[in-house]
């Protein structure tokens, strides 16, 4: 069995911190500017985070958001596994880079690192240096229960004492994050 | 459960099918020519079959939209399979491993838009995603019970291989083809030489002086089963998959750290697996795509998993190119035949030793008895996997 501990909601809606809604920082611009305003306003020293794709600022923010509010510091590096969903996969960064290639312009790779979906998991576990099991599903929508019977294959295998992940999803300014934190019982 | 390899399958540079590949390894020939592009020449691991000779070798219209990832996997898949027929009392499932998918289509589409201002292809963008390609090989194959696609970067075919294995290890399948495909693109292409690391030369995997990898294409496919299928299929046993181990490295979107951290962790699970000791391993085809830091960073995991030990080791990526998700299929399959013909695959290409490590791949084509074979497979996102296969 396992219990749910932490929830996240997050789109252009507003965002939901275990049932606390509060409305969107204020930003000029787009999707870019509101992470940038959440990546200052919760005081996080990464310079990487400014290089990275709107999918990986989403995921690195949640997670910071997250451990704001429980702390994950007392796991084992190998003991939180990741498990995210989304339906677009990478394509708001795929999109990019192949448009550079349609137009005949130089291929940049601070876009290319990004056109795989996996690898919001891998800054997450950059940042955190977290060495446990991830997975990234592509899927057309997520189904909460779906997503925890997964979790449950890992907790009865005694691959991971907490699973942290949901729903991850960018397309062009369009983003929504449901992130969970959910601990063996 | 023992996990028995019955078929294998391959298409690369080198050639389609197994014999054309060992061959080519044997002798120390590269399938990797200058190709033209949009931006000057570039040297590949391209199967010199255009995607019309590969549609009439496969029997199909040439008026279907098939992508040529999906050709390169239907000729390997197949002679993986072999004469191997479905059965209703055998659980049977296919897994691919794949990063690219139907883009060779798409790319064609998005090409005449942009440069022809003719957007009346658009239908090719039908095939572009990675479960599509899947499907199409799908429907030639037959498999019911379990069809799904990975998508693990370059171990892409490796994890394919290794979710299989675990799955008639768990006795939640019979048997099941496994592995990946890639084909070029320019999306990759272009996309690695912006990361710097595109060898304009032929690639020099674990050579001090080398500056990067060439790209390839292919499919490698292995067809596991257990005692059960065995029972039903009365294929010979070429090999038994032996041991997998999949870690993250966390260090770098696309590089990796520079102790090998996953890679060391990988190694030292599918040997505990597999419960061997690193000098029971007599080949390990490495990842070695002759990057800085790829080859730089599985030398020094090398170092320490086998420490002491003189492992013979080589990466045929000079041979093959890089050919990215199928990588993991391409050289399970390679090792498995080393298994088979008692030999171990030159490294080409290499002059210098690597100044962080007294090891040195090996350079000629070399008979002994082969028990046990390691692969590794490493991709972006730090996603690290190791194979252990053993004689049958």
């Not at chain 1, 997250?66 to 995210?84: E, G, K």
């Not at chain 1, 960064?93 to 601070?110: C, F, L, M, R, Y």
């Not at chain 2, 696309?254 to 505990?272: D, F, H, R, V």
Request: proline letters at 2%; glycine letters at 10%; aromatic letters at 8%.
């Amino acid at each position: 069995m396992s219990q749910q501990v932490c929830h996240i909601k997050w789109n252009a809606d507003g965002l939901i911190v275990d049932g606390q809604q509060a409305d969107l920082l204020p930003h000029e611009g787009g999707l870019k500017e509101l992470l940038a305003a959440y990546y200052k306003s919760l005081g996080l020293n990464y310079p990487k985070f400014h290089k990275m794709d709107n999918l990986s600022k989403l995921g690195v923010l949640g997670v910071a958001m997250l451990s704001a509010q429980y702390d994950l510091s007392a796991y084992a590096d190998d003991a939180i596994a990741m498990h995210f969903q989304n339906a677009s996969a990478s394509l708001d960064t795929d999109w990019v880079h192949q448009q550079n290639i349609n137009e005949g312009k130089a291929a940049s790779p601070a876009n290319f690192v990004y056109t795989l979906p996996n690898i919001v998991l891998g800054e997450i576990a950059i940042r955190n240096k977290w060495y446990g099991e991830n997975l990234f599903v592509v899927a057309d929508s997520f189904d909460l229960e779906r997503w925890m019977k997964t979790n449950q294959v890992l907790f009865d295998q005694n691959k991971a004492e907490a699973v942290l992940g949901g729903w991850v999803e960018v397309l062009e300014e369009k983003f929504e994050l449901e992130l969970y934190f959910v601990v063996k019982q | 459960m023992n996990v028995y390899v019955t078929g294998i399958g391959v298409v690369s540079a080198l050639g389609i099918g197994v014999a054309a590949n060992q061959d080519a390894l044997a002798s120390g020939r590269t399938g990797i020519v200058s190709c033209e592009t949009r931006k000057g020449p570039k040297l590949k691991g391209c199967l010199s079959l255009s995607d019309e000779v590969l549609k009439s070798r496969l029997g199909l219209e040439l008026s279907a939209q098939v992508p040529r990832t999906a050709m390169l996997a239907m000729l390997a898949a197949e002679e993986a399979l072999g004469d191997t027929v479905m059965h209703t009392d055998i659980r049977s499932g296919f897994i691919n491993g794949t990063t690219t998918g139907g883009m060779d289509l798409s790319e064609a589409y998005f090409s005449a838009l942009y440069l022809e201002e003719d957007d009346s292809e658009m239908v090719k963008l039908l095939t572009h995603d990675l479960g599509t390609v899947t499907q199409l090989v799908n429907q030639r194959l037959g498999f019911t019970n379990y069809v799904n696609t990975l998508s693990t970067a370059c171990s892409s075919a490796a994890n394919a291989i290794m979710l299989g294995a675990r799955m008639i290890k768990a006795g939640m399948i019979d048997r099941v083809l496994v592995g990946g495909v890639d084909a070029l693109t320019d999306f990759t292409v272009d996309g690695f030489g912006s990361l710097m690391i595109y060898d304009s030369e032929h690639c020099r995997p674990f050579d001090e002086e080398r500056v990067g990898l060439n790209l390839g294409e292919g499919a490698g496919f292995l067809l596991i089963e257990n005692d059960k299928s065995l029972a039903q299929s009365q294929n010979k046993v070429l090999a038994r998959c032996a041991g997998w181990a999949n870690a993250n490295d966390a260090y770098h979107q696309t590089g990796t750290s520079p102790e090998g951290n996953g890679a060391a962790l990988a190694m030292i699970e599918a040997l505990k697996v597999a419960q061997l000791t690193p000098s029971a391993i007599d080949y390990l085809n490495a990842h070695g795509t002759a990057t800085k830091n790829n080859d730089n960073s599985e030398l020094s995991a090398i170092d320490r998993v086998f420490e002491g030990v003189d492992v013979d080791f080589s990466s045929t990526k000079a041979n093959t190119g890089h050919t990215l998700a199928a990588a993991g299929g391409i050289e399970a399959v390679y090792g498995i035949m080393s298994i088979l013909t008692g030999a171990v695959f030159p490294n080409l290409n290499w002059k210098n030793k690597m100044l962080s490590s007294d090891r040195k791949p090996v350079l000629t084509y070399t008979k002994k008895e082969i028990n046990a074979v390691m692969s590794n497979s490493f991709g972006f996102g730090g996603n690290s996997t190791s194979l252990i296969f053993t004689k049958a």
